[in-house]
């Protein structure tokens, strides 16, 4: 066993230490370009004014380490800041424009040094030797410290000794008490930090959890845990994710090393100065016009408007209260379920509304009866005729994508030609074009009438689309799943052929949710393939879908490269594996650029919340329809049919961005604060285990499991 754990300690170091060549290989900043020199000149963020000085003395449990103090000049005793520093980065320099920064803002810094070799394997003996290295600096230097107002910044292997240290410092040494606040970056793991810990904070301190999208190092669900957990009020908090971007002016690179002095951009000035600068003002001088900036900004591009020109993305950070995921584990050098983590016996990084078993959500009959209330149960098999819109919805958006279109719309219905025992539904808009571009919809399972996504339905038309709704119900309740592709195929053909007169077949699109989405490969194959429709504008859009069958891999590799496609997977959809989106998304074989992967997340703000569910797209009443439908779905799909139908580059953008501003927001809260974005990316992953889910990766039902491995 000791030899066991030699070796992997031995290994544990080198990993460390790999971690630390990574992060900290270089000290002196890049020559300025544009993305440094456009910094804000003044306000939040801005250069400070004060000269400061540097002094230091020898860290009392450490006598080869040293704590270093910085003070601003002709101030008396000011605020004060403990930086925690990453994992070999015992200089100081590592971080001079950062602290030169704060100290010429008027704050005081503390930085302790501890030795690298035993921050691996002995972390509570280095988080020793920090507390003892700032308790003994605020006693040298108390004329100049005022420790009713601390804030504790940290990065790395720093950033997760923060709230233990913090706590040590609130309810020991009762510090903080006119003001405090936490600014963690990139943290590494936890050590000496219980439930009891993280829910004993002062409701007084704020927050600011600060990861990088590019971070190759330390997995995103530390911050992630240590935010979701810690019981500072949602009000007080904000997650941050500062993106990457490029543009022909110059790179913006999210990785580990951001608070350094690696490299200094619009990153360090936009993403950390300024909303550091934000957070210690509303914290110690109670400044309200720091609380936007600091814990709500999610549309720094609204600030910052000259950036447009110079990125490509304005909005290159993501503000939020719900916390999502980028990257599996894998992608990460110290993932979360390492040996190392103490923290992992308490976050499992899934959480269930309620044990799965016993959450009569997540079973075939939770799932057939999702949306359907006593009311909607009487109806049984009568297919309600749809009303013009569900009565008292009102659009958020009131123009560009996503807002109302401006034609009324006339629907038909005709008996399915095929013994059926649902109808087929055609909604056609009120306007004067001949020939006009179809949408071919493609209902979930139990949702066989165009009652359930009325709302969407008729946006859609309202755009100036044929929109052709076939049900693939059939007498036999259980019937199979071939019948019920067959039922939908020959809908949708008798639909075309009665009203084919208005249709233009070169432009064509597949639109389907949960079921629906699944049938929609095979269905798009036969009309883009073997009819050869949409030589001038095709498009798929899967919403939650689920298992593809009736379609060959050969056949699935066949639709056209042309193809504009979006997959959206939604963040409290515990029906459908997302394993099943990551496959269609990655095995039909449309370039990158044309298309993108959604995903819809979650989130709260006091005491609202917004649940991105497997029945977000259902619309069959008012309560239905929120701003899920209006800017993840409806803006969405009018975006992509815009884009590819007319070669409209802005609908592009908004549609096919790439993670752009337009194609994430997702609005704002009554109070002006943003709701957090979609995500977007090429490279889809799921965060949650298979048992999450009812209809699982792993099913027998599952016909393109041994086509494609998901990543883990």
Same mark, same amino acid.
């Given at each position: 066993?000791?030899?066991?754990? =030699?070796?992997?300690?031995?290994?544990? @170091?080198?990993?460390?230490?790999?971690?630390?060549?990574?992060?900290?290989?270089?000290?002196?900043?890049?020559?300025?370009?544009?993305?440094?020199?456009?910094?804000?000149?003044?306000?939040?963020?801005?250069?400070?004014? !004060?000269?400061f000085?540097?002094?230091?003395?020898?860290?009392?449990?450490?006598?080869?380490?040293?704590? !270093?103090?910085?003070?601003?000049e @002709?101030r008396?005793?000011?605020?004060?800041?403990?930086?925690?520093?990453?994992?070999?980065?015992?200089?100081?320099?590592?971080?001079?424009?950062?602290?030169?920064?704060?100290a010429?803002?008027?704050?005081?810094?503390i930085y302790?040094? !501890?030795?690298?070799?035993?921050?691996?394997? *002995?972390?509570?003996?280095?988080?020793?030797?920090?507390?003892?290295?700032?308790t003994? @600096?605020?006693?040298?230097? &108390?004329?100049?410290?005022?420790?009713?107002?601390?804030?504790?910044?940290?990065?790395?292997?720093?950033?997760? /000794?923060?709230?233990?240290?913090?706590?040590?410092?609130?309810?020991?040494?009762?510090?903080?008490?006119?003001?405090a606040?936490?600014?963690?970056?990139?943290?590494?793991?936890?050590?000496?930090?219980?439930?009891?810990?993280?829910?004993?904070?002062?409701?007084?301190?704020?927050?600011?959890?600060?990861?990088?999208?590019?971070?190759?190092?330390?997995?995103?669900?530390?911050?992630?845990?240590i935010?979701?957990?810690?019981?500072?009020?949602?009000?007080?908090?904000?997650?941050?994710?500062?993106?990457?971007?490029?543009?022909?002016?110059?790179?913006?690179?999210?990785?580990?090393?951001?608070?350094?002095?690696?490299?200094?951009?619009?990153?360090?000035?936009?993403?950390?100065?300024?909303?550091?600068? /934000?957070?210690?003002?509303?914290?110690?001088?109670? *400044?309200?016009?720091?609380?936007?900036? /600091?814990?709500n900004?999610?549309?720094?591009?609204?600030?910052?408007?000259?950036?447009?020109?110079?990125?490509?993305?304005?909005?290159?950070?993501?503000?939020?209260?719900?916390?999502?995921?980028?990257?599996?584990? &894998?992608?990460?050098?110290?993932?979360?379920?390492?040996?190392? *983590?103490?923290?992992?016996?308490?976050?499992?990084?899934?959480k269930?509304?309620?044990?799965?078993?016993?959450?009569?959500?997540v079973?075939?009959?939770?799932?057939?009866?999702?949306?359907? *209330?006593?009311?909607? =149960?009487?109806?049984?098999?009568?297919?309600?005729?749809?009303?013009?819109?569900?009565?008292?919805?009102?659009?958020?958006?009131?123009?560009?994508?996503?807002?109302?279109?401006?034609?009324?719309?006339?629907?038909?219905?005709?008996?399915?030609p095929?013994?059926?025992?649902?109808?087929?539904?055609?909604?056609?808009?009120d306007?004067?074009?001949?020939?006009?571009p179809?949408?071919?919809?493609?209902?979930?399972?139990?949702?066989?009438?165009?009652y359930?996504?009325?709302?969407?339905?008729?946006?859609?038309?309202s755009?100036?689309?044929?929109?052709?709704?076939?049900?693939?119900?059939?007498?036999?309740?259980?019937?199979?799943?071939?019948?019920?592709?067959?039922?939908?195929?020959k809908?949708?053909?008798?639909?075309?052929e009665?009203?084919?007169?208005?249709?233009?077949?070169?432009r064509?699109?597949?639109?389907?949710?949960?079921?629906?989405?699944?049938?929609?490969?095979?269905?798009?194959?036969?009309?883009?393939?073997? =009819?050869?429709?949409?030589?001038?504008?095709?498009?798929?859009?899967?919403?939650?879908?689920?298992y593809?069958?009736?379609?060959?891999?050969?056949?699935?590799?066949?639709?056209?490269?042309?193809?504009?496609?979006?997959?959206?997977?939604?963040?409290?959809?515990?029906?459908?594996?997302?394993?099943?989106?990551?496959?269609?998304?990655?095995?039909?074989?449309?370039?990158?650029?044309?298309?993108d992967?959604?995903?819809?997340?979650?989130?709260i703000?006091?005491?609202? /919340?917004?649940?991105?569910?497997h029945?977000?797209?259902?619309?069959?009443?008012?309560?239905?329809?929120?701003?899920?439908?209006?800017?993840?779905?409806?803006?969405?799909?009018?975006?992509? @049919?815009?884009a590819?139908?007319?070669?409209?580059?802005?609908?592009?953008?908004?549609?096919?961005?790439?993670?752009?501003?337009?194609?994430?927001?997702?609005?704002?809260?009554?109070?002006?604060?943003?709701?957090?974005?979609?995500?977007?990316?090429?490279?889809?992953?799921?965060?949650h285990?298979?048992?999450?889910?009812?209809?699982?990766?792993r099913?027998?039902?599952?016909?393109?499991? =041994?086509? !494609?491995?998901?990543?883990?």
């Open positions: 066993m000791k030899a066991l754990n =030699k070796k992997y300690r031995a290994c544990t @170091a080198l990993a460390v230490f790999a971690a630390v060549l990574f992060s900290y290989g270089s000290t002196r900043a890049e020559e300025h370009n544009t993305c440094r020199d456009l910094v804000p000149d003044s306000g939040y963020g801005a250069p400070g004014t !004060y000269a000085t540097v002094d230091s003395i020898q860290n009392p449990a450490d006598r080869q380490s040293f704590v !270093y103090f910085y003070r601003p @002709a008396g005793r000011s605020p004060v800041i403990f930086f925690c520093h990453g994992i070999g980065a015992t200089d100081p320099r590592t971080y001079r424009s950062l602290i030169r920064h704060i010429g803002t008027g704050m005081c810094l302790a040094q !501890y030795p690298r070799a035993k921050a691996s394997y *002995n972390p509570e003996v280095t988080y020793r030797t920090l507390w003892a290295g700032f003994a @600096a605020t006693e040298h230097f &108390s004329a100049r410290i005022d420790t009713s107002k601390i804030g504790f910044l940290g990065h790395s292997y720093g950033g997760g /000794a923060v709230p233990s240290l913090a706590h040590k410092a609130f309810t020991e040494k009762k510090w903080g008490q006119d003001g606040f936490l600014f963690i970056t990139a943290p590494w793991y936890s050590y000496a930090l219980t439930p009891k810990k993280l829910h004993g904070f002062p409701s007084h301190v704020k927050l600011v959890m600060q990861v990088y999208a590019n971070d190759e190092i330390n997995d995103h669900r530390m911050a992630k845990d935010y979701e957990n810690i019981t500072i009020p949602y009000s007080e908090k904000a997650y941050i994710i500062l993106h990457s971007d490029s543009s022909t002016a110059c790179t913006l690179s999210a990785d580990h090393s951001t608070p350094t002095d690696n490299r200094i951009d619009l990153l360090d000035s936009y993403g950390i100065y300024r909303v550091f600068d /934000a957070l210690a003002d509303y914290s110690f001088n109670k *400044n309200q016009a720091g609380k936007p900036v /600091a814990l900004s999610g549309v720094p591009g609204k600030e910052t408007p000259e950036l447009s020109g110079i990125v490509g993305h304005p909005a290159f950070f993501d503000v939020m209260h719900t916390p999502y995921l980028l990257h599996p584990q &894998s992608y990460y050098l110290n993932f979360w379920k390492h040996a190392m *983590n103490p923290r992992m016996k308490y976050q499992s990084h899934y269930a509304r309620r044990p799965f078993r016993y959450d009569p959500r079973t075939r009959r939770g799932y057939l009866s999702a949306t359907m *209330n006593k009311r909607d =149960k009487n109806l049984g098999l009568e297919d309600p005729a749809m009303t013009e819109e569900p009565t008292g919805v009102v659009n958020p958006i009131t123009e560009g994508f996503g807002s109302n279109g401006p034609y009324t719309i006339n629907e038909r219905v005709f008996p399915h095929d013994m059926g025992d649902g109808n087929i539904h055609v909604f056609t808009p306007c004067s074009d001949s020939l006009l179809v949408i071919l919809f493609a209902h979930g399972y139990p949702w066989s009438t165009p359930w996504y009325q709302g969407l339905i008729r946006f859609i038309a755009k100036g689309y044929i929109v052709v709704f076939a049900s693939s119900l059939h007498r036999k309740f259980l019937s199979s799943i071939r019948t019920r592709y067959d039922l939908m195929l809908g949708f053909e008798a639909a075309i009665l009203v084919g007169h208005i249709v233009d077949t070169t064509i699109g597949f639109a389907g949710h949960s079921f629906g989405a699944g049938a929609l490969p095979s269905i798009a194959q036969y009309y883009l393939v073997r =009819k050869e429709w949409g030589s001038n504008g095709a498009f798929l859009y899967l919403m939650a879908p689920w593809a069958r009736n379609i060959t891999q050969e056949q699935l590799l066949e639709i056209p490269p042309h193809t504009a496609m979006i997959v959206q997977v939604f963040d409290d959809d515990r029906f459908n594996d997302w394993r099943i989106a990551e496959d269609l998304f990655m095995t039909i074989q449309i370039p990158d650029s044309n298309k992967f959604l995903v819809v997340h979650n989130d703000r006091e005491n609202s /919340a917004i649940r991105a569910e029945i977000a797209p259902i619309s069959h009443n008012a309560e239905d329809i929120d701003r899920i439908d209006f800017y993840a779905i409806y803006k969405t799909v009018d975006a992509l @049919a815009r590819v139908f007319f070669d409209d580059p802005a609908a592009r953008n908004t549609a096919l961005g790439n993670g752009s501003f337009s194609q994430r927001f997702m609005g704002t809260w009554p109070d002006g604060i943003p709701v957090t974005p979609m995500s977007v990316t090429d490279r889809p992953f799921t965060p285990p298979q048992k999450a889910y009812l209809f699982r990766w099913r027998l039902v599952n016909r393109r499991r =041994k086509f !494609y491995s998901p990543r883990e």
